[in-house]
């Protein structure tokens, strides 16, 4: 069985503006921290939750990592976060932000807490995550029979995901 232990795979969304700019900095120094894999192309997607906010632009970004503890891993995320100039507004949790990233999967490991759900716990409710995911999955074996991605993403069908460009990145793709 191949060793899927070190892969960690990234959702980004940003819906202030400029929305390309947060999310090619955010990958930018995400690349500073762990070997870039893939990346999906940018999708526009209607707000979920909290509506009254303007459209999101969304990537997944698939990267492989020697740190085995997801709790670093979310530090560093959320430092970055930081770093790019996110506030986060605890009244309006599901509301606009410069950039947002979230831990997908990684590897095998499922864990739920308070603050770290892994599998993300809302990720089979949205598009914005699936299909992105779907796209750098590339058929991979392991994650297409244990996630079955594209039932979710007909179950959600009436979610706006609208692919719209490919982000220009620094640092070139890792084989």
């Known amino acids: ?93 599901k509301g606009p932000r410069l950039v947002d990233i979230d831990i997908i999967l990684f590897g095998n490991i499922e864990i739920s807490t308070e603050i770290l759900s892994i599998p993300h716990k809302s990720m089979k409710k949205r598009n914005f995550v699936l299909i992105p995911l779907l796209e750098i999955l590339n058929n991979h074996p392991i994650y297409i029979k244990e996630y079955d991605l594209r039932r979710f993403i007909k179950e959600n069908d009436a979610q706006i995901v609208k692919k719209i460009s490919e982000l220009k990145i620094e640092r070139h793709f890792t084989n």
């Open 1 to 93: 069985m191949e060793n899927i232990k070190n892969d960690l795979f990234l959702s980004l969304g940003s819906n202030i503006e400029p929305k390309i700019d947060n999310l090619t900095n955010a990958i930018n120094l995400l690349n500073k921290e762990f070997q870039l894999k893939r990346l999906s192309y940018v999708y526009q997607t209607e707000p979920q939750d909290d509506i009254d906010q303007a459209y999101f632009y969304n990537i997944c970004a698939f990267y492989q990592t020697e740190i085995e503890d997801p709790f670093l891993i979310l530090q560093k995320t959320q430092q970055i976060e930081k770093e790019l100039g996110r506030v986060k507004d605890i009244s309006r949790p």
